[in-house]
């Protein structure tokens, strides 16, 4: 089956413009993760989404949001982008958000 | 901050050795997980085991966790270039997130 797909792969944009990143999660899966992975602070949760509901949040200031759709199809937006943002963006599906997560390939942002 | 920390942070090993990493969290959890990554990739995942086991084994991965002490390892054995990556614990507390720690990179001398 296919696995998690994350579009666009790569996104280069200007200090405080705003992204969307899009995350189609595997078949069946209603649970969708994001998370942000920087060489300084690795690997850092921002938010999980079920049945279009937000379960859980990370510790990101409130420029950073998501939603999930009806079809468990995930998008998170950044506004006002500030250098700092400039990450690899991973999102990883799972059945039910406690097992084992598939993850992307990831979109690499880069803000200048 | 985050809830898992790996030790060591980097490891290289030649071709057919085995490597170990482990990794120390704070809180109680669920199940912990080790991930691979790529050079920038995505994770993959390897291997989840329960706060109620104690020893997992998949292929030449060995698997252990001691809630006790709040630690786990992973063996990865025989190692090949393949193996070359960096790993990933993941803790899994109950609240629909998973704690990564920073990982450990792992480079195999052919």
Redesign the interface.
């Known amino acids: 089956k296919a696995g998690v797909t994350q579009t666009p792969r790569y996104l280069i944009k200007t200090r405080g413009q705003q992204v969307t990143l899009s995350c189609s999660p595997i078949s069946g899966h209603r649970s969708v993760s994001w998370y942000q992975q920087t060489p300084g602070q690795g690997l850092q949760f921002l938010f999980e989404y079920f049945s279009e509901t937000q379960r859980n949040k990370g510790n990101f200031p409130g420029r950073f949001s998501g939603r999930q759709f009806s079809n468990s199809r995930s998008e998170m937006n950044v506004s006002t982008l500030e250098l700092g943002d400039s990450a690899l963006y991973l999102c990883a599906s799972s059945f039910w958000g406690n097992t084992e997560a598939f993850f992307g390939q990831g979109t690499r942002l880069t803000v200048v | 901050s985050?809830q898992g920390e790996e030790d060591p942070q980097a490891l290289s090993i030649q071709e057919g050795e085995n490597a170990t990493m482990n990794c120390s969290y704070k809180t109680s959890i669920?199940?912990l997980?080790w991930?691979r990554q790529n050079s920038?990739?995505?994770?993959?995942?390897l291997i989840?085991i329960r706060s109620n086991e104690r020893e997992k084994h998949s292929g030449r991965l060995r698997v252990t966790l001691d809630t006790s002490k709040k630690s786990s390892s992973l063996l990865i054995t025989a190692s090949r270039a393949a193996d070359t990556a960096s790993y990933?614990c993941a803790t899994?507390a109950?609240?629909?997130?998973?704690?990564?720690?920073?990982?450990t990179t792992v480079t195999v001398r052919a």
Do not use: E, P, T
């Not at chain 2, 109950?94 to 990982?103: I, P, Q, R």
């Open positions: 985050q669920n199940n997980q991930y920038g990739r995505g994770l993959v995942h989840l990933f899994d109950s609240d629909y997130k998973l704690s990564f720690g920073a990982g």
